[in-house]
């Protein structure tokens, strides 16, 4: 359970900086969140953990101070949740950045670590990586739409049925941005 105490931050912009340890407690949220149903990258649960591990290698091998990084959440010393923040380098979009596999341990929901995440990144994409907007992708049909809207994020479109979860259960992709920083 987690602490009353305002939950810390750790941000990781080198696989060099990722430990075993730190591996396997985000392997660990990333299963969990997904096998609970959360859209956090896998659509399908239950998850199978060497395709979690394999798609946070991806993730680990392409950290870089301007394009990409993990920003991690910790309660009492642990992992409570955590996304991934990128940037593409060309000039023609490089002054905005995408959040992705924004997730939080389910124990510890509803008890504002999800926001402070979202806070964060926010500061750390406007203060550190010098971008001027955010976008990201939410599934609709779950509530992230009105999670997003109380941290400022408008909806600009939607991608109707863009996501089959199973026969007769199509999904909007909801596009939706934050700007300016």
């Given at each position: 359970m987690i602490s009353s105490n305002v939950p810390g931050f750790t941000q990781i912009v080198s696989p060099h900086k990722i430990t075993g340890e730190l591996k396997q407690a985000l392997v660990d949220c990333w299963t969990e969140v997904s096998n609970a149903g959360g859209a956090a990258g896998f659509p399908f649960p239950p998850v199978d953990v060497a395709e979690v591990i394999?798609?946070?290698?991806?993730?680990?091998?392409?950290?870089?101070?301007?394009?990409?990084?993990?920003?991690?959440?910790?309660?009492?010393?642990?992992?409570?949740?955590?996304?991934?923040?990128?940037?593409?380098?060309?000039?023609?979009?490089?002054?905005?950045?995408?959040?992705?596999?924004?997730?939080?341990?389910?124990?510890?929901?509803?008890?504002?670590?999800?926001?402070?995440l979202m806070r964060r990144a926010h500061e750390v994409a406007r203060d550190e990586m010098g971008l001027e907007q955010l976008h990201l992708a939410a599934r609709g049909g779950v509530g992230l739409e009105g999670f997003y809207g109380r941290l400022g994020w408008k909806e600009i479109g939607r991608w109707p049925g863009a996501l089959r979860l199973a026969t007769g259960d199509d999904r909007d992709e909801v596009l939706m941005v934050l700007s300016p920083l």
């Open positions: 394999a798609a946070l290698d991806r993730i680990i091998e392409d950290l870089a101070p301007t394009t990409s990084r993990l920003l991690i959440t910790l309660a009492d010393d642990t992992v409570a949740g955590w996304l991934n923040i990128r940037r593409d380098p060309h000039p023609l979009i490089t002054h905005w950045g995408t959040l992705h596999h924004v997730q939080t341990r389910l124990s510890i929901r509803g008890q504002g670590v999800g926001a402070a």
